[in-house]
């Protein structure tokens, strides 16, 4: 491994999936202005991520429609053909 190109200041991070509410508490040097009580009664930073292994087809063995923020609509309505 390259010396030097590693963040050396972790620190402990909520990570919540906004697809299905489900948090979990670790390491991480990602920044975030928005902080979470969690379950020990402390105040820690929060970084939403949209899927995460409690939401993605591949681990849950079934498949869920997650359209975040009409993104469906926006590639339909960028790339439909225009009949004028």
């Known amino acids: 491994m390259k010396k030097g190109i590693h963040p ?3 620190r402990m991070v909520v990570f919540k999936d906004t697809s299905n509410e ?3 508490l670790t390491r991480s040097s990602a920044p975030s202005r928005e ?3 969690w ?5 820690y ?3 939403k991520v949209e899927i995460s292994n409690t939401s993605h087809p591949f681990y849950t063995g079934k498949a869920m429609f997650v ?3 009409g993104r469906i ?3 339909k309505k960028r790339y439909e053909k225009k009949t004028k």
């Open 35 to 37: 902080t979470i009580m």
């Open 73 to 75: 609509d926006k590639f």
């Open 22 to 24: 489900t948090m979990f």
């Open 8 to 10: 050396s200041a972790y």
């Open 39 to 43: 379950e020990d009664g402390k105040e």
């Open 45 to 47: 930073p929060v970084i």
């Open 67 to 69: 359209d975040t923020a």
